[in-house]
């Protein structure tokens, strides 16, 4: 397979002037003044915690993903259930599932340390999904901050938002759409599985039952999730699931994605030429990707008035 040589760091600049077209409310320096070092202490928490499981920067990236496609990134996802409030921990996309709550935890408490009732959780979860992702390898991005907490959840939404490891292509494009992202973002942003691990019960029925699935690949993978039972065991989403590169697209020409939704991307469908430059370029794959999570991180934010800051990222003021 090609590869991207020394997988450098991309360092996308410019983004951070399409944030702030998209929406001005947002700034890379908000805290310049009330929380200097908030970038710092958000960057070295992560690497902590990388160090300790590579798999936790995959990890935080999903949490993000699966919070910004939820009402916006707002920090919904992040709310415990109580006796009296229902958040989107429990919801099928989530539960069992999205895992580093703890992480967050961590970094909200040094944060708060350091700069008492500033900082808020989603824009903490915006940049340790950045961070996480630089860790692994990949590309880095200016992350617009600004964002205020939200003091509600929907899990309804995130039952119904959040897009399915059994997507249709068809269905993966209306799914980003209704975020304000495009097919080229929906392309990008799905090399998030160049990182991580997938449970049995998200590709039992791709490795059991379709055929355009590689046939050495999909024994490989029945070895570690029976036909029945077992929907807890892992496998990783591509062959470097700790390194943040193009691997996750050549495995989609070579017939090897992981989950249906992956697979779909490259099956004679409209995003089969992005995927094969992706493949071949991993430059071209870091680029739109840090561009697309910008993108993504703008999706309905909370400013101004709106929400709140946490205190604690599990629960509302």
């Not at 202490?41 to 915690?49: E, F, K, R, T």
């Not at 996750?248 to 409209?270: I, P, T």
């Not at 794959?285 to 909370?302: E, Y």
């Amino acid at each position: 397979m090609a590869s991207n040589g020394n997988f450098p760091v991309v360092t996308v600049v410019i983004v951070s002037l399409l944030a702030c077209l998209a929406n001005a409310q947002l700034s890379p320096n908000f805290y310049g003044r009330r929380c200097p070092n908030v970038q710092g202490i958000v960057h070295d928490a992560m690497a902590q915690a990388v160090r300790r499981e590579q798999r936790m920067g995959a990890s935080i990236l999903r949490m993000f993903f699966h919070d910004c496609f939820v009402n916006g990134c707002d920090a919904s996802v992040l709310l415990d259930d109580t006796a009296t409030f229902t958040g989107e921990k429990t919801a099928r996309p989530n539960q069992n599932s999205l895992r580093g709550f703890e992480v967050i935890d961590t970094i909200k408490s040094r944060v708060e340390a350091a700069c008492n009732a500033t900082v808020s959780c989603a824009d903490i979860l915006a940049l340790a999904a950045r961070d996480g992702v630089v860790l692994l390898g990949g590309p880095s991005w200016t992350v617009p901050l600004g964002r205020r907490d939200a003091r509600t959840a929907s899990l309804s939404g995130a039952n119904s938002q959040i897009p399915s490891p059994f997507s249709s292509l068809a269905s993966l494009i209306s799914s980003f759409a209704a975020q304000g992202l495009n097919a080229r973002d929906m392309t990008a942003l799905s090399g998030g599985h160049a990182i991580g691990l997938a449970r049995c019960v998200t590709f039992r029925t791709r490795i059991y039952n379709e055929t355009n699935i590689d046939a050495n690949f999909a024994t490989t993978r029945r070895t570690n999730c029976p036909a029945s039972g077992g929907d807890a065991k892992l496998a990783p989403l591509d062959q470097t699931p700790n390194q943040f590169d193009n691997n996750y697209y050549q495995s989609l020409v070579a017939r090897r994605g992981l989950l249906h939704s992956d697979q779909e991307l490259f099956n004679r469908g409209s995003q089969d030429a992005l995927v094969r430059t992706y493949s071949k370029n991993y430059r071209a794959f870091a680029s739109d990707f840090a561009a697309a999570m910008v993108k993504m991180g703008n999706i309905s934010p909370l400013t101004g008035t709106n929400g709140e800051i946490r205190r604690n990222c599990r629960v509302v003021n």
